[in-house]
């Protein structure tokens, strides 16, 4: 079993930035692709950013490529996403994500979720 728990989320105007981190328990995290999705009120869950087990390889939904980065601390067992210029439409609850296929985009191809941060960013 594994639990993640997000931190790091709140209220920033735009332009600011934001770290995410997800805290993950189990020995097996160093194995698991991770991920980040985001759900804003009224709106589907979608994907962000996801990152090979490994940490070789990151992956970006269009929307937030070049200002958000994603990274992965295997001896920490913590995941990362590094937000900068982040705008009003960045608004949402984000949950970390654990053990999916390498890069996926579908939400229910991840076995793990965390509970959710949320972010607000004001214009």
């Known amino acids: 079993q594994v639990q993640l728990v997000e931190s790091g989320g709140g209220l920033v105007q735009a332009g600011g930035s934001l770290r995410l981190s997800c805290a993950a328990s189990?020995?097996?995290?160093?194995?698991?692709?991770m991920g980040w999705f985001r759900q804003a009120p009224g709106k589907e869950r979608e994907f962000v950013a996801g990152?090979?087990?490994?940490?070789?390889?990151?992956y970006y939904a269009d929307s937030v490529k070049g200002r958000f980065t994603i990274s992965k601390n295997n001896a920490k067992n913590t995941v990362y996403l590094q937000m900068n210029s982040l705008k009003p439409e960045d608004t949402a609850v984000y949950y970390c994500?654990?053990?999916?296929?390498?890069?996926?985009?579908?939400?229910?191809?991840?076995?793990?979720w965390g509970q959710g941060t949320q972010v607000t960013v004001s214009s």
């Open positions: 189990g020995r097996t995290f160093s194995r698991y692709n």
């Open positions: 990152i090979k087990w490994s940490g070789a390889s990151t």
């Open positions: 994500v654990a053990r999916g296929p390498e890069g996926s985009t579908k939400p229910n191809e991840y076995e793990y």
